[in-house]
């Protein structure tokens, strides 16, 4: 299983962004999808992740961030809207899969930098 992301880049503050991540492989299902951020010098923090009922945000994104999924593409989608500098960070997206031998594992991609100047 491969976890591919696009988007990402440098946006002025108040600017808006759209990350997308696309899942291949093997899978059977995917249980959650999600996308974390790491800033320099800090720790990798949950942005957004959606399974089943409500996604959930880091608070700090509620009201400017918002993500979708395409079941049926095996895609999550994260709108970023509002930037701000704190917001500058490298993005991973994530997925817990289940394999068609009903196995769960969790996979990541390769991380893509989003940079918001004030």
């Known amino acids: 299983v491969q976890l591919q992301a696009y988007g990402g880049g440098l946006v002025q503050a108040g600017g808006s962004l759209t990350l997308s991540c696309a899942a291949s492989?093997?899978?059977?299902?995917?249980?959650?999808m999600g996308w974390y951020r790491q800033a320099p010098g800090k720790q990798r923090e949950l942005v957004a992740r959606?399974?089943?009922?409500?996604?959930n945000y880091v608070d700090s994104v509620k009201g400017r961030f918002s993500i979708s999924r395409d079941n049926a593409k095996n895609t999550v989608i994260l709108q970023m809207n509002s930037l701000k500098p704190e917001d500058t960070a490298v993005y991973y997206c994530?997925?817990?899969?289940?394999?068609?031998?009903?196995?769960?594992?969790?996979?990541w991609g390769q991380g893509t930098q989003v940079t918001v100047s004030s």
């Open positions: 994530y997925a817990r899969v289940l394999s068609y031998s009903y196995v769960a594992r969790d996979y």
């Open positions: 492989g093997r899978i059977f299902s995917i249980n959650t």
């Open positions: 959606s399974a089943s009922g409500t996604p």
